[in-house]
């Protein structure tokens, strides 16, 4: 048959079976429906058809006339049909450009039209190859008029998406892996939509069997993407979800589902069609138009009923445990968005609680699905059964309040069913944990966590505020709001307005509670990055807030949390009015326009307040024995604004609540203004530079510091602000140095700064006057009294250079507090997994003290003023080639300086017993200390502590009171390493005053178990064989540099103890723009006999200094390094009397110690001398002598080691200098 012409092939109209059978074929390549039903070979065969007897044809003839041969006419037709085959060639290479410059234009409308969806071809189809396609494609777009081609579809690429023939086609399976495990990390532990291992082995089908795919397998892989894409893995600056549904690649994931939705929904064969379909109703609950999840939740319920998921009987009966746990998990998904929608939208659930008999979610579920833990890992909550709970109180709150037939119920049962609910509100947050209640949440919580807690509580709050009928038409502030927008509030549908209508208006204390916790609702979202606050979820919480909130400042423009509220209100009206922009609701728009008036009513009820007050003033001016002080900011503190001698009619009346103070010397009352003030039996300003004199004010309970400081004599606070020690009893250096007698505080005499830690706060400063042979000194009654003042620290931060600090312990502080105080504007974070702000640690070994209150150097309220952020979380890694920093939680952060602070890490034993007993303790923070108070409670418990350390000392003196004592040490005497044989043994026998006993020189061999309960330690062994009983044992065995995050990083090496060696700047040697300060720092000491060699010291005090160094090389502020600006390490001891020290012997060594006094009457002086250098000193009951060692120290002017031990008194020295 190859040399037949075309013209004489013919193909039949059916392939060789069709044929055969004489039935009717449909032609369909590459097999027809008959040959699959027969599981034959479709094929076709050609056939020659048969020739019919050829009529005389006449000779063809050209246009010229001239004859023409058969042959030529044979050579013509191959001729034609080579041009055919060109013309077809050339049609396909013309739509092939067709198709790219319309790509072309899609791209372009994309950038010029935001709002259209941009199409990702590896997500939906690819072009057609082939003219088949081509001509397929061309009919399916020639279906819509010409119109609608060429603009519509331009102007609608989700138009244009639909209108391609779907392929099913899914990313390459590299790029799509990190998303999906993201999902299963992050997200589907706390809603269990999917199981891992089914999903992983669907997903390697779809790449691997092509064959096996199916549209249920490609909606959930969407699902997955989609969701996992809706959060990120990290938080990003500001809001990008106002346009989700649009955006890619989370629109193109849902269009992808959702192109396949009739599939699913009657997809009832496995599990596949539920979880896709509730999957997309959690989708749509996140987007700016919820309300096609209202329809899917229905269908989703119907399935639920289809499949007998809400009866306990089939569920056990037909499916293995595994699969039945994941059915009921599922069900309690679909009914908890059941309800959560039902409340939200007033419309009635679909699924009855008294056709469920299935269990709530495990509250203690082995495999920790829905559990959300404590940075710390103590606390645990299980979110998916809160939710679920929480969802059923939803419920309840519909069906007694909203639903038709609680309409017709009478006022007092309405009244009732209010108060029913609020206790089930109420008892459910009581549930919740300290840490996870929105005060602690941001601290205590990483970032998943605080994502689903906080949208629980805002959850919460949108139920506490709908059940108190903060909404009802009878509530005050609905009342004031202009009655056109009174009736645009509610006309969304006679649902809402029958709601509104019939709830009664909130009782006092419920309106009163309702603030409290619509402020607490703001002020958490207002701490959460944008994109983690799931803005659509959390719309309705966020708007009844703001309208509570706003409508307390109107109707109470004075109350003392109002700068607060203006804080967060302004905040989230911002917020608001940017979904107000991209919202597609009409309710939105209307309630902006709400909040927009409530605000401005709130701003004008403030000012007519300030003016009511404004106009009392002056009614008041001149009035018998008032005095009036300036207008104060607001009404907060009013009544303490006005201060009068003897009271009036008037006064009594209006001011119940007033002080009756003494006029004071000047005219002047106003508590915040400078006046003169007399100082009491001072007639002379003659001191000498370096003397000093406590005085008493004259008119308040007040006293002052009178010095001269280098020539100036003024006035200062009296007391330290660190502990409060008497600054008379401190030295003062003839530079004007003024140090604290116990623990080494420093200040600037002349003007009040810090300039050594441990001190915060600043002394304040007064001018003196000498008058009249009487002494005044001016300032502020309020300063007088407090004698300190807070640092400059207020800073709104702007863009630019960004610093981030690792650590949330002393050097952190000195960090931020420097940074702030030498003029840094840019922004700060910390990141600490501590918990809580900055702590005064040395209390914690000290005294065991737990209360954060009093261990907190400053409040959440002085960060934010100062505008730094802290992170709750751990940090796991630094990329210093991008300058990011890893967390925990999936999170980076990037910086342009670092400054790394993680303090150390308790040593623990590595012995039998000692990793697996309980009762067995370290100390390094608050919780530490909170297990040993709990361990010992009562009196009377045997206590082991083994090491002599410092740590262990002072545990042994804070707990020796009540109990039975026991210090183990390898030392000869505790403390032998740093303070040497002599003082050791000096300490051990006031410490054994105390009850203690010691084992020194001893070893540890193991611990065993308690006999009454083998969990627990019972005794400890040592390697002599003497056993020790114990009910707790604490570890006080030293600590190393906790720097685990950056043991495996490329770019450095750490010291061989595992810490960092940093330079005079305290700036990593090798690294740019990388700080490291306290306990993980190696620097260069330049004390007596050191010559620069490096050392690291734990001590408090030097990790903060270390700190305000390194801040002032970050702002340029510190010029020289820490050979020219050499500070002495100093720290403190509470043993059997209290133990200072200054100056350091790792550098130098000692080989000999001078002591004075007499230790047996607790008082002495030990100095360590190596040679004829003195290096060091401690002493007990010998202040100021520390304070004085430290400036002569500092200064290079100690005296030798022969004049020590010839009796020389160093405070006779008299002032440095």
């Not at 067709?98 to 010029?112: D, E, Q, R």
């Not at 605080?450 to 629980?456: D, H, Q």
């Not at 330079?1063 to 050191?1090: N, R, W």
Request: net charge positive; proline share 6%.
């Amino acid at each position: 048959m190859e040399g037949l012409s075309i013209s004489q092939l013919s193909r039949r109209k059916a392939c060789d079976l069709c044929f055969v059978k004489k039935i009717k074929c449909d032609m369909i390549k590459p097999h027809c429906s008959n040959c699959k039903q027969y599981g034959a070979e479709c094929k076709t065969t050609h056939v020659r058809r048969r020739a019919g007897q050829s009529k005389p044809k006449p000779a063809a003839t050209t246009s010229a006339g001239v004859e023409v041969s058969p042959e030529s006419d044979n050579t013509a037709s191959q001729e034609k049909i080579s041009s055919l085959e060109t013309r077809l060639v050339r049609i396909e290479q013309q739509l092939q450009q067709v198709l790219h410059v319309a790509s072309a234009a899609m791209m372009a409308n994309k950038k010029n039209n935001p709002n259209t969806m941009p199409i990702d071809p590896a997500l939906t189809t690819t072009e057609p190859s082939s003219l088949e396609d081509i001509t397929t494609w061309l009919n399916q777009v020639s279906t819509t008029s010409p119109s609608a081609t060429s603009s519509s579809s331009i102007e609608s690429n989700s138009t244009i998406i639909r209108s391609l023939p779907p392929t099913h086609k899914l990313p390459p399976i590299e790029s799509i892996l990190p998303i999906i495990d993201h999902f299963f990390t992050h997200i589907n532990p706390l809603i269990p939509l999917f199981t891992q291992s089914t999903m992983t082995r669907l997903l390697n089908e779809w790449y691997t069997f092509p064959s096996r795919r199916n549209n249920a397998t490609w909606a959930a892989i969407n699902i997955i993407l989609a969701l996992s894409t809706r959060l990120p893995a990290s938080p990003i600056p500001g809001m990008h979800y106002f346009d989700s549904e649009t955006s890619a690649p989370f629109g193109q994931y849902l269009c992808n589902a959702q192109s396949v939705l009739s599939e699913l929904v009657t997809r009832d064969q496995d599990l596949l069609g539920l979880q896709a379909l509730l999957g997309l109703v959690l989708l749509y609950q996140s987007l700016p138009d919820p309300r096609p999840g209202t329809v899917l939740i229905g269908a989703a319920v119907r399935l639920v009923h289809r499949l007998k998921m809400q009866s306990r009987d089939t569920i056990r009966v037909l499916y293995p445990a595994e699969e039945g746990l994941h059915r009921t998990r599922l069900f309690w998904i679909a009914y908890l968005l059941d309800k959560e929608i039902s409340l939200r939208h007033h419309t009635p659930s679909m699924q009855l609680d008294a056709d469920i008999d299935l269990d709530l979610p495990e509250l203690n579920p082995g495999d920790g699905v829905g559990d959300i833990w404590s940075l710390d890992g103590r606390t645990r909550v299980n979110y998916f059964r809160l939710r679920v709970r929480l969802a059923h109180i939803h419920g309840r709150i519909y069906d007694l309040l909203y639903s038709n037939r609680s309409s017709k119920i009478s006022k007092g049962e309405r009244q009732g069913r209010v108060v029913r609910l609020s206790w089930l509100l109420e008892n459910w947050r009581r549930e919740l944990p300290e840490e996870m209640q929105p005060k602690r949440m941001r601290e205590s919580l990483g970032r998943w966590g605080i994502v689903a807690m906080g949208s629980l509580f805002c959850s919460w709050v949108a139920c506490m505020i709908l059940v108190h009928g903060v909404w009802s038409y009878q509530a005050e502030w609905v009342k004031r709001v202009e009655s056109y927008k009174r009736v645009t509030m509610h006309k969304e549908g006679e649902e809402g307005s029958r709601c509104c209508t019939t709830q009664n208006p909130p009782l006092p204390s419920a309106w009163k509670r309702c603030v409290q916790i619509s402020r607490e609702c703001l002020r958490l979202m207002s701490g959460i990055p944008q994109s983690d606050g799931n803005i659509w979820f959390n719309a309705s919480a966020l708007f009844s807030s703001a309208v509570v909130v706003l409508s307390n400042i109107r109707e109470f423009p004075g109350h003392e949390d109002l700068e607060e509220d203006k804080k967060v209100t302004r905040y989230t009206l911002g917020l608001l009015e940017k979904i107000r922009e991209k919202s597609v609701l009409v309710p939105i728009q209307q309630l902006q326009s709400i909040l927009d008036e409530l605000d401005r009513n709130a701003f004008m009820a403030i000012q007519a307040a300030q003016e009511k007050v404004e106009a009392l003033r002056n009614r008041l001016l001149g009035a018998p024995g008032v005095l009036i002080p300036p207008r104060p900011s607001y009404m907060k503190g009013f009544y303490r604004a006005f201060r009068t001698t003897q009271p009036t009619p008037l006064t009594r009346h209006l001011f119940p609540r007033t002080i009756l103070l003494p006029r004071p010397f000047s005219t002047t009352t106003s508590h915040n203004m400078a006046q003169e003030y007399k100082l009491k039996g001072v007639t002379s300003l003659d001191l000498k530079p370096g003397e000093k004199q406590e005085v008493e004010v004259e008119g308040l309970d007040a006293k002052v510091l009178l010095l001269n400081a280098g020539g100036t004599v003024q006035a200062t606070g009296p007391r330290c602000t660190h502990y409060g020690a008497p600054l008379v009893k401190g030295v003062l250096g003839t530079n004007g140095k003024l140090t604290c007698p116990w623990h080494g505080a420093c200040f600037n005499a002349k003007t009040g700064d810090v300039e050594d830690a441990p001190a915060l706060d600043a002394l304040p400063v007064f001018k003196t006057t000498l008058r009249d042979g009487a002494v005044y000194i001016t300032g502020e009654v309020d300063t007088i009294k407090a004698g300190h003042r807070k640092p400059k620290f207020k800073c709104k931060a702007v863009g630019g250079d960004k610093v981030v600090v690792v650590g949330g312990g002393s050097g952190a502080l000195g960090t931020v507090e420097g940074l702030r105080e030498n003029g840094y504007e840019g922004p700060i974070t910390v990141i600490s997994n501590e918990g809580y702000y900055p702590i005064d640690r040395p209390k914690l070994s000290k005294a065991l003290l737990t209360d954060l209150q009093k261990l907190q150097w400053r409040d959440e309220e002085w960060y934010k003023s100062g505008s730094v952020e802290f992170v709750q979380d751990e940090v796991t890694g630094v990329d210093f080639a991008t300058k990011t920093v890893s967390v925990k939680s999936g999170g980076k952060f990037a910086y342009t300086k670092l400054v790394l602070a993680t303090g150390g890490t308790p040593r623990v034993l590595s012995l039998q017993g000692f990793k697996v007993l309980d009762n067995i303790f370290t100390l390094r923070n608050v919780r530490d200390a909170e297990n040993i108070k709990k361990a010992i409670g009562e009196k009377g418990k045997k206590i082991v502590i083994i090491g002599s350390s410092f740590i262990g000392m002072e545990l042994a003196v804070a707990t020796s009171k009540d109990n039975s004592v026991t210090v183990v040490g390898m030392e000869k005497v505790p403390l032998e390493r740093v303070l040497g044989e002599k003082v050791g043994a000096i300490i051990q026998k006031g410490v054994e005053g105390k009850g203690v006993k010691f084992y020194m020189s001893a070893g540890v061999e193991k611990a065993e178990p308690s006999g009454s309960d083998p969990a627990k330690v019972g005794s400890v062994v040592l390697k002599d064989g003497t056993t020790l009983e114990a009910d707790l044992v604490i570890l006080g065995v030293g600590v190393a540099p906790a720097t685990e995050y950056l043991k495996d990083n490329s770019v450095l090496q750490l010291e061989q103890d595992g810490s960092l060696k940093v330079d005079e700047y305290f700036s990593v040697v090798g690294l740019k723009d990388v700080y490291a300060i306290g306990d993980i720092a190696t620097y260069p000491y330049h004390g007596p006999a050191s010559e620069g060699k490096y050392v690291r010291i734990e001590h408090w005090n030097v990790a903060q200094k270390a700190g305000r160094i390194a801040a002032g090389h970050i702002t340029n502020q510190t010029k020289a390094g820490l050979q020219s600006t050499f500070f002495s390490p100093v720290f403190w001891s509470a043993l059997h009397a209290q133990l200072r020290y200054t100056g350091n012997t790792q550098g130098s060594g000692f080989d000999d110690v001078v002591i004075q006094g007499n230790p047996d009457e607790g008082k002495w002086i030990a100095y360590y001398t190596k040679g004829d250098t003195v290096v060091a000193m401690s002493s007990m009951g010998a202040d100021p002598a520390m304070a004085q060692f430290a400036q002569l120290l500092e200064l290079g002017k100690l005296p030798s080691k022969k004049e020590l031990q010839d009796g020389l008194d160093i405070l006779s020295l008299g002032p440095p200098q």
